[in-house]
T-cell receptor
Framework: AQKITQTQPGMFVQEKEAVTLDCTYD???????LFWYKQPSSGEMIFLIYQGSYDQQNATEGRYSLNFQKARKSANLVISASQLGDSAMYFC??????????FGDGTTLTVKP | DAGVIQSPRHEVTEMGQEVTLRCKPI?????LFWYRQTMMRGLELLIY????????DSGMPEDRFSAKMPNASFSTLKIQPSEPRDSAVYFC??????????????FGDGTRLSIL
C-alpha cells in the first residue's frame, strides 16, 4: 500500500513571496515517482513537476522546485515569487513503476495581493 | 497535440439510469486511469489500464461500476444503475508508462456527473 499525506489543508502567501507546500509519502516500492499537480478553480488538473526516486538532484521547473528528502520520505513543493494566478489546490501524488497512483488530499493555496 | 478528451463534460440524469463516460487518451500513451473526485473523499483512483489491460480495479466502488478499454484510443466508465451518491467529477488521465521510468499523467477536463 502507498500513502500521501498533505498536512496543510490551506495556506496563505503574500504575492511575490515564496511558499512551501508539504508532502510526505509512504511506499514499499523501491522505485517510484513523485508528482505535483495544480487544480485551479476551473477544475482542470495541471502537471507541475516530477521527481524520480533515484534522482540525485532536486527537480526544478521554472518557479517550481521540489525539495526531495528521501530518508524523510518528503517531497515538498516550493513556489518562488508567488503570483495571484498560483491560487489553486495543489496535489502531491506518488506513482510506482507498476503504475499505481495515489494522491494526497490537497492543499488550497491562496495568494494575497 | 490533442490532450485527453472526455465526454460528456456535464451529465445530469435520474437515479437508476445507466451512465456512460468516455475517454480518448493521448495518442501513444499506453496507460489510462479513471479517477473520481468529491469534496468528501478527494481524488480517488478507480481503475487503471496498461496496454488496454485492466491492471488494478480495487478502487472501483462496487459492481455497479465497470470500465472497458477496447483499444488504445478509447475507454468507457459505466455506472448501472446510477445513484445520487455517484455524483462527482470523473477524470480520465493517460500517461506513457514504460518499465523503469515514470511519466506524469495528463488529465482530461473531467465529466461533472449529477445523479438526481
Amino acid at each position: 500500500a502507498q500513502k500521501i499525506t498533505q498536512t496543510q489543508p490551506g495556506m496563505f502567501v503574500q504575492e511575490k513571496e515564496a511558499v512551501t507546500l508539504d508532502c510526505t509519502y509512504d511506499t514499499s516500492d523501491p522505485s517510484y515517482g513523485l508528482f505535483w499537480y495544480k487544480q485551479p478553480s476551473s477544475g482542470e488538473m495541471i502537471f507541475l513537476i516530477y521527481q524520480g526516486s533515484y534522482d540525485q538532484q532536486n527537480a526544478t521547473e521554472g518557479r517550481y522546485s521540489l525539495n526531495f528528502q528521501k530518508a524523510r520520505k518528503s517531497a515538498n513543493l516550493v513556489i518562488s515569487a508567488s503570483q495571484l494566478g498560483d491560487s489553486a489546490m495543489y496535489f502531491c501524488a506518488i506513482t510506482t513503476n507498476a503504475g499505481k497512483s495515489t494522491f494526497g488530499d490537497g492543499t488550497t493555496l491562496t495568494v494575497k495581493p | 497535440d490533442a490532450g485527453v478528451i472526455q465526454s460528456p463534460r456535464h451529465e445530469v440524469t435520474e437515479m437508476g439510469q445507466e451512465v456512460t463516460l468516455r475517454c480518448k487518451p493521448i495518442s501513444g500513451h499506453n496507460s489510462l486511469f479513471w479517477y473520481r473526485q468529491t469534496m468528501m473523499r478527494g481524488l480517488e483512483l478507480l481503475i487503471y489500464f496498461n496496454n488496454n489491460v485492466p491492471i488494478d480495479d480495487s478502487g472501483m466502488p462496487e459492481d455497479r461500476f465497470s470500465a472497458k478499454m477496447p483499444n488504445a484510443s478509447f475507454s468507457t466508465l459505466k455506472i448501472q444503475p446510477s445513484e445520487p451518491r455517484d455524483s462527482a467529477v470523473y477524470f480520465c488521465a493517460s500517461s506513457s508508462l514504460t518499465a523503469g521510468s515514470n511519466q506524469p499523467q495528463h488529465f482530461g477536463d473531467g465529466t461533472r456527473l449529477s445523479i438526481l
